[in-house]
């Protein structure tokens, strides 16, 4: 079990250490208001200059980077644990929403996690490919439950491509034109990178799907796909169905969902041109697993 140092103590930290800490011991919390706070969930609260009295694995900034702002702050803390002597292998972003408000996650992360041990201890050869990365939650527990293997992250990191919305549905169109995922913007390859463990094994592919696929030479045994359009989805499954290793998976994200239909039809037209595919629900009511 990894030991780990958590810097926050805010609301956002005490939801992360109740409900998603169960892999980690933690030794410790920091924080600039260590004097005011004392405690949080039963851990005593440090100033952030003793960082070096504690021996662990990972500092763990527990800070919710989807605020306002938060990319300044979170890059803050990083230097400032740097210049405190904390090698930067060891400071990890790991500031995904709590549970409690995404109830869909948990599945994705324990089948995640099954699936992985399984082909680890298999010995299933391949690299792993996540298409649809935003700011990493997934991304960070790919390069956690698979340490030795290559990552490669395929994402614009600049949001949707117009050319894409223009042609996919009705439904998303409307959503996106009408600013309902405007967030998506502030996608961010520093936060990416932050967020992993394994960074040697990280291997960043900016640009638009399919152009970013030319140069790709390797086989997958899994490969998460999210980039929640009708156009990039079909391509990615094209592509990498023909480089998946004999029991290797391609999970789909947004199957089921109701605004990103192009998801749907995207990977129905996919399927009823192969046979033998069959798609299996992992029981987040988004997503769906293709076994090949």
Known sequence: MKKVLFYGAGEFAKKFIAEDTKDYEIVGVLDVQWKSKKTICGHRIYEPERVSEFACDYVIIALDDLKKGADKIIKEIYDRLVLLGVPE????????????????????????????????????????????????????????????????????????????????????????????FDHFNTTSEDIVRMRCMYRENLIFKKGYVPDT???????????????????????????????????GVILVHDYYNAVFTGTK??????????????LHPIGDGLSVAILF
């Open 213 to 247: 696929f030319q140069d790709v030479d390797a086989q997958f045994c899994f490969v998460n796909l999210d980039m929640d359009l009708y156009t990039p989805q079909l391509a990615a499954l094209q592509f990498f169905s023909e480089r998946m290793v004999k029991d």
């Open 265 to 278: 039809k995207a990977v129905d037209e996919f399927c009823a041109k192969r046979d033998g595919m069959i």
């Open 89 to 180: 292998n060891k400071i990890i972003l790991q500031s995904f929403k709590s549970l409690e408000h995404h109830k869909n996650r948990l599945p994705r992360k324990q089948y995640l996690q099954e699936l992985s041990r399984m082909q680890l201890e298999r010995g299933l050869p391949g690299d792993i490919a996540e298409c649809g990365v935003f700011r990493g939650w997934f991304a960070s527990m790919m390069n956690e439950y698979y340490p030795e293997k290559k990552l490669w992250l395929f994402d614009t990191f600049a949001g949707f491509d117009s050319a894409d919305v223009a042609v996919d549905t009705e439904e998303a169109k409307e959503a996106v034109l009408g600013g309902k």
